[in-house]
């Protein structure tokens, strides 16, 4: 049974190899995670997302240092890219908005100060809700949908992209 606590011991584990890893290699630093709800983060679902968006990520980037990390925080991919943090940041957000699954991953930037870029430091604005559309922190902070609602949301855009790409050349990929 997946405790909550092993959740938040992967995450603090994660954060320290970061720091580690743009010390090491003096550069920033790509982190792609899912964006799953629920404390069954390393399931089936998640590692099809993961895996998927990680090939796409390194159609368009050459990273320097690829670390890849398997806890109860899901997948996680760590690329130490050769490139500047807010190019980086404006490539993330634009495959989070236009890739039919990069609504279901966040994509982090953290710089050569080990500070994580946000969207709106360039400008871009904060990450809408998936299945109503309002800003996501208020629907996660109030939590206005269920559980249930957000993994079937989940699933359906998975099952939908697998349709896609079974009838057509994936050109995300």
């Known amino acids: ?53 990680y090939e796409t990520i390194l159609s368009y980037i050459s990273p320097i240092n690829i670390k890849k990390i398997d806890s109860f925080e899901g997948i996680v991919y760590l690329l130490s890219i050769d490139t500047s943090p807010a190019v980086l940041k404006k490539s993330a957000v634009d495959m989070e908005t236009t890739h039919p699954l990069g609504r279901l ?13 946000s969207r709106t430091d360039l400008g871009s604005p904060p990450r809408r809700c998936f299945i109503c559309s309002s800003p996501a922190h208020n629907c996660v902070r109030s939590k206005k949908h269920s559980l249930e609602e957000i993994l079937k949301h989940i699933e359906n855009k998975v099952s939908d992209y697998k349709n896609l790409t079974a009838d057509h050349t994936d050109r995300y990929k």
């Open 105 to 117: 991953v966040d994509i982090d930037i953290l710089d050569l100060n080990n500070h994580t870029l």
């Open 1 to 53: 049974m997946i405790n909550p606590m092993d959740i938040l011991d992967a995450r603090e584990n994660r954060a320290y190899l970061q720091e580690e890893l743009i010390k090491k290699f003096n550069l920033p630093l790509l982190v792609i995670r899912a964006n799953y709800p629920g404390i069954d983060k390393n399931n089936e679902v998640t590692k099809y997302i993961i895996e998927i968006m």
